[in-house]
RNA sequence: GCGGGUAUGGCGUAAUUGGUAGCCGCGCCAGACUUAGGAUCUGGUGGAGCAAUCCGUGGGGGUUCGAGUCCCUUUACCCGCACCA
């Protein structure tokens, strides 16, 4: 009987599917594991072969778990909120809905084909309203959150409110933006306007003036991580810098726990260093400035004091500060400009404002800048030093102000070199007349009390005296920003919010979720606003609701938890499926979203668990980045001006153009010229320059794209090999997580071991008779064989390493095919297996043998060591690391004994010749060394 | 510029974690069945040499009885961040 692999593979999956084989419940009785893949966003194209890589290897490990007796959730659903949809409506004027559920019934039909164990009845989609009412739920809890950095942790607004009749804001230690203090009384003098304006700075997602990054081309804002070298990272548009108010999440008072909580957490160094990164900690210290007045006879502007505040990580270099640099946008640009330097200063910022960010990250090392007029005192020195604007200060990390100490810092050096400003070097032996110094060692000379320090013990000393003095104090700074929480888009979920007398008002919880409304034309409005404004009778009570929606990543910080209890409509998860599932043990998916949705996540997760709705800190313990698969595009080579290809291996001799061809059309590197001709009509008539008579097209490694025609899609392969062969194929191509490109030649190896399989179960690998299974013992040997699998498997999952899995399987079949080994007790266990990496061919087989079960619930075999060991080992014999012989020696002798015994053999007399034997190093089980 | 990673046959990779380098597969070579089919099966396949043997894990150095593996140094490629004070 052959492998049919086509009639198997639909014949389970339809099983599966009619069974609900894969379908969990909560089950105390049972140890839990959450296996979860990140959910896709359904595009337009369709999966190609790359897409389902961790899919298969998530899929693996989920059936390992279940096999070893854990209850497995395993769920999957769909990113569906996003801007292809939205571009394609704008285009076509369809509903993005239709698209987005034809594109999902699409990748649904393609997933099943690839037989997947995934529980379809926990599926979600972020842009039901059943789904999305669970976001919008988390930002109103938000709206109704403030960070209190004294418990370190999110807490009611109601309560701060109490604390301000109480004591004002002056006791409050809270994560906000900047707020003018103010007592009891005072507040409780403010109108609603402004107690409003003033719980905006607090509360964990507010309404901020700040620069954002617009994308004109798009209409919309983009978060920090959406943006790359200038340009959006959906549809590479130009981004430039707006001011704009927006609604914004307050990541950034997370900033010290997300990085904190990193250490536990089982991720791939590399991804928990790019958070890092990413998250940016630096320690040091904010020190004031008093600005002194440099011209007295006018200076009016100056009847006020300005201090200037700055942040620095070298405290220790206080004594080499010869000026001092706003960012062009700082608020003290415009008190501290003096008279005779308005104008220098207004053709200065009109400079800047210019530029786009492009602009300003192609010419980062370009030195600008301009003088304020003004001077500020050195707190220590109490000299004079110049107070200058330029555009390497960023307003966006620590003050918007920095001390310049040329000596010890590379853009102070490049900017005092440009400006003719002093250099004074600080540390002993350095030579700053080419460069700065910016290393944090050696001794401190002109440091005042700091001389003859070395720099390490000088950094905390300097920061103890800015203390003492009263001048500032110890301050950690992040370069982690607050989200961007708003976009100008139809294809989001809404904000529960209305605006109430210009007052942003939040709806009731009952009333969510808050629909997205019908529109006519998904575009922006003629005045520019969001296509929501589009929307008819759409309000509450007369009051417009907010017309911008959530961005992308709102949808996917907490489908994992919905994923715990997907159709509860009273939470969104219940306290009894969240203890239960906690949160994800194994997740995986590609590292693009390391410094987005992986912090969004986490952030979102901290937070529930702060309002005591989630039981665990972290939502994601251990995590794998599958690798990248790219495509192996081909080309055929036509002469200039003809319709005449040449051969690759003949193409130097021609004046050619490189087309690239379809890869289907082509066999290991062999063109099927009949399906080139008829693939476009110019081809029809076109003629061919052989080698040995075939076509041998050209190849490189691109990225898989429909523009390249080297597209391979999982369906094809299914087709004509089967999903036991894709899945066995991909994870046989190498560690999951390395990038690789796709090459469809290897295949046909591992389809060859799966007939091979096939046949031991007829006839024990000889020939294609009826199924035929043996009671008979096993032999020695065969155990040996099967032990040895069972070891090397199991080991080789729990360590993601499928690769060689799925060659010990190769090993393993090999072996009992050369000792035609048709015994059940051999090939039931190997079954069970198999049955993670090739589930149809493996269920097909295990009711062959006479199991009314599906496999899935099946016990892993136990491993036996006795199996395995044999009772003689052959050791190489090395003389000084150079291996000579082998010798059989048996597995119990001692170390003596073994010594004695190869040096009485008549190989050791002859390699010795006579030395003598210095030492003999022994490793049980492995080698022996000879040392002469 | 800073940070992280990788480097092994013609190719994808493996090596019990410091112990016989090259498992498994592709490709290639030979053979079998058939007869020119991108089928199947068997055997061979790191390099040099008739051979014993020698050489081999990007390059150079070191530790060790022994290094693909550890340390130093250097080169190439990949990824991330990028005026972060």
Known sequence: MDYNFNSIEQKWQRYWAENKTFSVKEDASKPKYYVLDMFPYPSGAGLHVGHPLGYIASDIYSRYKRLKGFNVLHPMGYDAFGLPAEQYAIQTGQHPKITTEENIARYRRQLDRIGFSFDWEREVKTCEPSYYKWTQWAFLKMFGSWYNNTTDMAEPISELLLEFEKNGNLKVNAACTETAPFTAEQWQGFNEQQKSAILMNYRLAYLGETSVNWCPELGTVLANDEVKEGFSVRGGHPVEQKKMKQWLLRVSAYAGRLLDDLEKLNWSDALKEMQRNWIGRSYGAQMIFKVVNPEPADGSKFDKEYNIEIFTTRADTVFGVTFMVLAPESEWVEKLTTEGQQEAVKEYLNYVKKKTERERIAQTHNVTGVFTGSYALNPFTQERVPVWISEYVLSGYGTGAIMAVPAHDSRDYAFAKKFNLEIRPLIEGCDVSEESFDAKEGVMINS????????????????????????????????????????????????????????????????????????????????????????????????????????????????????????????????????????????????????????????????????GYVAEKEPFKKLINQGMIQGRSNFVYRVKNTNTFVSCGLKEKYDTTEIHVDV???????????????????????????????????????????????????????????????RLYEMFLGPVEMSKPWDTKGIDGVHRFLKKFWRLFFGGGEGTGEFALSEDEPTAEELKILHKLINKVDTDIENFSFNTSVSAFMVAVNELGALKCNKRRVLEPIVILLSPFAPHICEELWQMIGHSESVSFATFPIYHEKFTVEDTVEYPVSFNGKTRFKITLPKDMGKGDMEKAVLATPEAAKYLQGNAVKKIVIVPGRIINIVM
């Open 448 to 611: 005042g009390f700091l001389t003859g320090y070395t720099v390490k013990e000088a950094i905390p000393m300097a920061i103890e005296e800015v203390e003492k003095r009263a001048i500032g104090h110890r301050k950690v700074n992040y370069r982690l920003r607050d989200a961007i929480f708003s976009r100008q888009r139809y294809w989001g979920e809404p904000f529960p919010i209305y605006y109430k007398d210009g007052i942003p008002t939040p709806l009731e919880l009952t009333q969510l979720p808050l629909e997205l409304p019908e529109i006519e034309s998904y575009k922006p409005t003629e005045q520019g606003e969001p296509p929501l404004a589009r929307a008819k009778n759409w309000s509450y009570n007369g009051y417009s609701y907010e017309t911008s929606t959530m961005p992308g990543f709102a949808g996917s910080s907490a489908y994992y938890l919905r994923y715990m209890d997907p159709h509860n409509n009273e939470c969104l998860v219940s306290k009894d499926a969240n203890h239960y599932w906690r949160n994800v043990d194994l997740y995986v998916g590609g590292t693009e979203h390391a410094t987005g949705h992986l912090i969004y996540s986490r952030f979102w997760n901290k937070f529930l668990f702060d309002l």
């Open 664 to 726: 289907n059309m082509v066999y290991n590197d062999r063109l099927d010229i009949e399906a080139f001709k008829k693939w476009r009509p110019e081809f029809e008539n076109a003629e061919f320059v052989l080698e040995d008579g075939e076509y041998i097209c050209g190849w490189a490694i691109e990225k898989m794209s429909k523009s390249m025609f080297n597209v391979v899609n999982p369906d094809n392969i299914c087709e004509s090999y089967g999903a036991d062969t894709l």
